[in-house]
Every structure is written in structure tokens, then in C-alpha cells.
Nanobody, 125 residues
Framework: QVQFVESGGVLVQPGGSLRLSCAAS????????IGWFRHVPGKEREGIAC????????RYADSVKGRFTISRDSARSTVYLQMLSLKPEDSAVYYC??????????????????WGQGTQVTVSP
């Protein structure tokens, strides 16, 4: 059974930093591009970061480029999202998921699967 579990979301002040974790089980991450997404109620889900299955490339949404970094620890089957210089508009529920159609990050997502339960990030004074 494939399972993704996100963690690390907390309340943080503007300008602060945070690292989210996405622990994967039952899936060989080398075969798939893995993405981080975020959702705010009333808004569309936003794909913000992607790491390729071979870890050779990453892509970021303009809204987080230069502030967020996606990485992977293959030994732990865990994908991380390091977030710096957080802004109130970064507040959202953050999810990870696998693109089961693609191994490499592209300009568009394929079929996303194995969503976790999400982790809440709140950026507020």
C-alpha cells in the first residue's frame, strides 16, 4: 500500500523558515517526479515544487522561487520542502504527491496520486 505522510507544518512568523517532510512508503521514488502543492480554501490548488525521480532536476512556481527548496533523502524515502523568508500568503495546507505519468518535472503535471493528509502552515505575527 502506497502512503505519503506530510509533517512539519506549524505557526511561524513572517520572515521565518520551516522544513516540511513527506515520508513515502510503498513506492519507489526513483520512478516518479514528486511534487509539493498547497491549497487555501476558496482558491485553486497550487503546485509549487517538483523534484525528478533521478533527483537531477527541480522546478518551482514563481511564487516560491528563490525561497523554497525541494530535496529528497532516498535512504529515508522522504522528500523535503525547505521554506525560507516566509510570507503570510504562504499560509496553506501543504501536500505532497507523485506524478505517476512522469519521472521528470515538466511545465505541466500529469496524473497526481498518493496524496497525503496535508500539513498546515500558518505564517502570522
Amino acid at each position: 500500500q502506497v502512503q505519503f505522510v506530510e509533517s512539519g507544518g506549524v505557526l511561524v512568523q513572517p520572515g521565518g523558515s520551516l522544513r516540511l517532510s513527506c515520508a513515502a512508503s510503498g513506492l519507489f521514488l526513483d520512478y516518479y517526479a514528486i511534487g509539493w502543492f498547497r491549497h487555501v480554501p476558496g482558491k485553486e490548488r497550487e503546485g509549487i515544487a517538483c523534484i525528478s525521480g533521478d533527483e537531477s532536476s527541480t522546478r518551482y512556481a514563481d511564487s516560491v522561487k528563490g525561497r523554497f527548496t525541494i530535496s529528497r533523502d532516498s535512504a529515508r524515502s522522504t522528500v523535503y520542502l525547505q521554506m525560507l523568508s516566509l510570507k503570510p500568503e504562504d499560509s496553506a495546507v501543504y501536500y505532497c504527491a507523485a506524478d505517476i505519468e512522469r519521472r521528470f518535472c515538466g511545465t505541466r503535471w500529469g496524473t497526481l496520486n498518493y496524496w497525503g493528509q496535508g500539513t498546515q502552515v500558518t505564517v502570522s505575527p
